[in-house]
């Protein structure tokens, strides 16, 4: 019928025990399928046991709910949809700067509400947290100088109020 299916990004976030291998379980179902990860994150939740994985997928629309299918066989995965989440992400950038160059550097910093964390003689290191257009625009502009190094964490995200919260009833 001559229509493109548009490539489209969802954010998913599993719950699963807190145990050796399971991401790369996760991770290995993604790469034996050929689905593409834009970022995934994962950190331990206010319970020591389980481990909140984030993963920002990309496809068209039947890969995207391929995706979720197939995760959803091994562990509970929710889509954090923009509307009803709040998600962040954090960039480390070093940028080669002269002396000249140094304030101005800080001025974009200021713009974006960045931080500088570290000035040496030649470069200077910006942190930033924000959400993917803000870390963008502000990679955009500093862009005009020398990015020497760039660290990104990828996405981190919560679903908005109390209605989606997962009460994990685990025995001890």
Known sequence: DGEVDEMRKK???LLVDNTSGVLSRISGLFSRRGYNIESITAGVTADPRITRITIVASGDD??????EKQVSKLVDVRELKPEKSVYRELALIKVRVTAAQRQDVIAISNIFRA???DVGQEN????????????EACINLLGNYEILELARTGIAGLGRG?????YLDIED
Do not use: A, P, R
Request: glycine share 4%; proline share 0%; aromatic share 4%.
């Open 62 to 67: 039947e890969i995207l709910e391929q995706i």
């Open 124 to 135: 200077l290191i910006v942190e930033i947290t924000g959400n993917q257009s803000k870390i």
């Open 11 to 13: 954010v998913f976030q």
């Open 162 to 166: 109390t209605e989606d919260v997962v």
């Open 115 to 117: 931080n500088i964390i």
